[in-house]
């Protein structure tokens, strides 16, 4: 007869790629129940977006085939519990995701966006803050001029903005409250209060990832939500040439400057190469190549991957459907990588 011992034995030869730890003694192996002609468990992951989810699956049968018995079943069943960043403000929220850049005009916005909606197609409950108080352009890219969001009552006589919901996101910008043809010459006390509101006043809920989409540069607002909240890490976006570079560079630096002490999750270079619809296989590396990746090395920080410049990427913003909605484009499939490789290095941050 099979015992429960003799699975946990075996399942202690199986390794969490990232986090170097057997699965039993990171607690992952749960639910295990043995039958005359199978074993069934559940393995839990750090994220629904695990890109090693069919590794871990792999060696877990291997290991039962190796230790117990080469012939029994195996049923497991592969599912999730996202790891939290300790907190006593914003408790639902369990990781606080910015993206962020040096400087305006490196598609960070279409990164945030992008990163949310891959993100929530793991299964992850996740939600997206538009914190460019000066150019808000989440609006436009779901299809959400003119939207306004409900208020709502708390139980303890509160009342809290409730987000947009649209395409599995959970959504909210200061462009829902401001005309779009108006500049919001706000000074910063002004927009950092604006920016704790729509964190604070918020209805989030429970979510696993909220991706913040934080200003260019490094001003009051990066300091306000760096020192106010309790950030899982930042994204840098980059593009390859050097006047973008040097910029991510001053981005990194702030967050690492002492009393704010934000991990970086890694740099996004984005714009990557260009490829025309005609000619699918080729890459013209119209700004230079490698720049992010480089940068990733000099700073010894993770290189989370290259997104393309390809017209449907822009129209797809334009048009409200953000590109990694479309499945059947290749650039989604680009976000979808970086979905997982973003998830995969906070659940190393998380796990240290």
């Known amino acids: ?128 803050l538009d914190a460019d108080i000066y150019g808000p352009s989440l609006p436009i890219m779901f299809g959400l001029q003119g939207a306004k969001p409900a208020a709502t009552q708390t139980p303890d006589g509160k009342t809290k903005i409730e987000p947009i919901e649209k395409y599995g996101l959970k959504l909210l910008s200061i462009g829902f409250f401001t005309d779009p043809n108006q500049p919001i010459p706000w000074r910063g006390p002004m927009a950092t209060s604006a920016i704790k509101q729509l964190f604070n006043d918020a209805e989030w809920g429970e979510l696993d990832y909220l991706v913040v989409d934080m200003p260019p540069g490094t001003g009051d607002i990066h300091i306000t939500v760096a020192q106010t909240y309790p950030i899982a890490g930042a994204i840098i976006v980059t593009t390859p040439q050097q006047v973008a570079l040097a910029d991510a560079i001053k981005g990194m630096a702030m967050y690492r400057m002492e009393g704010i002490n934000i991990p970086i999750v890694g740099i996004v270079e984005n714009m990557s190469y260009f490829t025309p619809a005609e000619l699918p296989d080729n890459k013209y590396y119209i700004f230079g190549k490698d720049g992010g990746k480089r940068l990733a090395e000099d700073n010894q920080v993770p290189f989370l991957g290259g997104i393309p410049l390809v017209k449907s990427v822009a129209d797809a913003g334009d048009n409200g459907f953000p590109i990694a909605l479309d499945h059947d484009d290749p650039t989604a499939k680009a976000f979808a990588d970086l979905a997982g490789r973003v998830a995969q290095e906070l659940s190393i941050l998380a796990n240290r």
């Open 1 to 128: 007869m099979i015992t429960k011992e003799q699975i946990l034995h075996a399942l202690s030869h199986v390794e969490e790629p990232d986090l170097k730890k057997d699965l039993v003694t990171l607690n992952m192996i749960q639910n295990i129940e043995i039958y005359p002609d199978k074993i069934k468990f559940d393995v839990i992951l750090t994220t629904p977006a695990c890109p090693l989810k069919g590794h871990i699956e792999h060696a877990c049968r291997n290991a039962i085939a190796l230790f117990v018995d080469k012939d029994i079943a195996v049923d497991i069943n592969m599912t999730s519990r996202v790891t939290a960043v300790d907190s006593n403000q914003l408790k639902g929220i369990k990781n606080i995701v910015l993206v962020s850049s040096g400087k305006g005009g490196v598609g960070k916005s279409t990164i945030a966006s992008n990163l949310a909606l891959a993100l929530a197609a793991t299964g992850a409950k996740t939600g997206l």
